[in-house]
């Protein structure tokens, strides 16, 4: 992936350097509209009142979750900085590469978001962490993965997942990381748009956990999709794309579905207790949203499951 001609982002807050108090206390639920704990067991089992998978899933149908409640986690303990987290492009080549991707989909959100929505692109702020952090969405930990929480607006993002994405899910490469921060992004457009707070609503009203975990999929395969637009945009703007490229974010797709997750965890599938779509539907809506480059193309709710 070709990333010089992106630019840099000034929205980033790099706490990868400081140390954090209560860094060693684990989170306490309530409130939570008596959720109990999901049916996904993969390396161990993660509280459903975040609504995600456990480690190192893209992360997203937890902030539907945390938005309950006004967007206020019950009883939950934010760690705090010991000082202030420096602003702006970092400068390490990570973080540089970071930014620029950052960058990327900045420019292309404020152009395309108002042309095909008539809405103005106001962007999120990244926040690169090492091991745990706080957030307005409760605390945000390595084995989440990477997140976006829209109440405060922000992309959560522990750069050890690039790590366990070239050891066990045998989608490492530039254009993979991309595709998982324009995921996160994706989250943010989904937000802008207003479909973050519909969905919040219809899964508090949802007769099932099965019908509120296909709400969950349904948002995270607008992301993929929105992920695809920017791409698409990204590379005719600036010829981002190398040869293989493609290959390495479809194979990351492929690596983080649901079905591909639990059979290798527990042996078998569980289609019902899904929270972010399987193999084969986050390469579809990548694809979509690459090949087309139209918002309207990545609307998941009026598809088919």
């Known amino acids: 992936m070709r990333w010089d001609q992106l630019g840099q982002s000034d929205n980033i807050e790099d706490r990868r350097s400081q140390d954090y108090a209560d860094a060693g206390a684990g989170p306490s639920f309530g409130g939570g509209g ?14 459903y009142a975040f609504g995600i998978n456990p480690a190192l899933l893209i992360g997203g149908a937890e902030v539907l979750s945390n938005m309950r409640g006004g967007g206020q986690v019950a009883q939950q303990r934010l760690d705090r900085p010991t000082r202030q987290a420096p602003t702006g ?10 930014s620029a991707v950052l960058a990327g ?17 106001d962007p999120a702020r990244l926040v690169l962490f ?3 952090t706080g957030s307005a969405c409760g605390r945000a930990q390595s084995a989440m993965g990477p997140f976006y929480c829209p109440v405060d607006r922000k992309i959560y993002l522990d750069t050890s997942f690039f790590r366990d994405m070239d050891r066990r899910f045998g ?19 989904e937000n802008l748009l207003g479909i973050l707070p519909k969905v919040q609503r219809a899964q508090q009203m949802a007769s099932s956990r099965s019908e509120s975990n296909n709400l969950s ?23 981002i794309l190398e040869k293989g490229d493609i290959e390495k974010a479809i194979n990351t797709a492929q690596a983080i579905g649901d079905d591909r997750l639990q059979r290798s965890a527990q042996g078998y599938a569980v289609p019902d207790s899904f929270t ?9 809506w990548f694809q979509r949203g690459l090949q087309t480059g139209k918002i309207d ?4 709710f009026t598809a088919q499951r």
């Open 217 to 239: 999929v349904r948002v995270e395969l607008m992301a993929d999709c929105l992920s695809g637009v920017w791409a698409a945009h990204a590379d005719q703007n600036w010829k």
């Open 105 to 121: 989909n900045e420019r292309v959100w404020s152009q395309i978001l108002p042309e095909q929505k008539g809405i103005r692109f």
């Open 34 to 47: 008596g959720l109990g704990l999901g049916t996904i067991v993969i390396l161990g089992v993660l509280a």
């Open 89 to 98: 492009a970092p400068a390490d080549r990570q973080g540089q590469f970071i």
């Open 276 to 284: 972010h779509g399987s193999s084969a539907q986050r390469v579809e």
């Open 171 to 189: 989608g490492g490469g530039d254009f993979a990381y991309a595709y998982v921060i324009s995921h996160e992004m994706g989250h943010h457009i």
């Open 130 to 132: 090492n091991g745990v």
């Open 297 to 300: 193309a990545c609307n998941t």
